[in-house]
């Protein structure tokens, strides 16, 4: 059975860091691309950032570029997204999905992110 | 970036009838399309990918259609289980979703 398991959501502040962490299982995880996939409250989707298999080649979405960090340990199974200088339009709950290319099949439960002061 | 634009907003049926959802792209996605299924305090659900493709255990009563800019997503015979919010999203072109349109029961 496929698991995508999320963890380090939590309260931060405007300008703070926060690292997620996003544990499969269930599924070869270094030969699948990953994304990481936001939703804030009332509001549709938005993809964030992907990673392919290797680690060598990540996307963002433009509102992240320079703030946010993609990267994986195929060791691990886990993928990890580092947000740095959060805003409050950062505030939303992170899911980590398997990315195969025509769409993200599988999904964790995500984790909440609240940026406030 | 390419805007998805769906609608209606809100699609209030009864159980049994066929619900058809728009999803509008600002420019050319080609067949790159995938719709998907929400249901409340749940992740999304892949249904349907490259504009007509089913999803493993998609049930057969949802089908897609369209390319370039115009799609659709129709449910044959709505089941209680349908009941949810159903979002498009474009991978032609980075990745983007539409805003939602949610299928309530009348």
């Known amino acids: 059975e496929v698991q995508l398991v999320e963890s380090g959501g939590g309260l931060v502040q405007p300008g703070g860091s926060l690292r997620l962490s996003c544990a499969a299982s269930g599924f070869s995880f270094s030969k699948n691309w990953m994304s990481w996939v936001r939703q804030a409250p009332g509001k549709g989707p938005e993809w964030v950032a992907n990673i392919k298999e290797d680690g060598r080649t990540k996307n963002y979405v433009d509102s992240v570029k320079g703030r946010f960090t993609i990267f994986r340990d195929n060791a691990k199974n886990s993928v990890y997204l580092q947000m740095n200088s959060l805003r409050a339009e950062d505030t939303a709950v992170y899911y980590c999905a398997r990315d195969v290319g025509h769409g993200h099949d599988y999904w964790g439960q995500g984790t909440l992110v609240t940026v406030s002061s | 970036e390419v805007v998805l634009t769906q609608s209606p907003g809100t699609l209030s049926l009864s159980p049994g009838e066929r619900a058809t959802l728009s999803c509008r792209a600002s420019?050319?996605?080609?067949?790159?399309l995938a719709w998907y299924q929400q249901r409340p305090g749940q992740a999304p659900r892949l249904l349907i990918y490259d504009a007509s493709s089913r999803a493993t255990g998609s049930p057969d009563r949802f089908s897609g259609s369209g390319s370039g800019t115009d799609f659709a997503l129709t449910i044959s015979r709505l089941e209680p289980e349908d009941f949810a919010v159903y979002y498009c999203q474009q991978y032609g072109n980075s990745k983007t979703f539409g805003q939602g349109t949610t299928v309530e029961i009348k």
């Open positions: 420019q050319s996605v080609s067949n790159y």
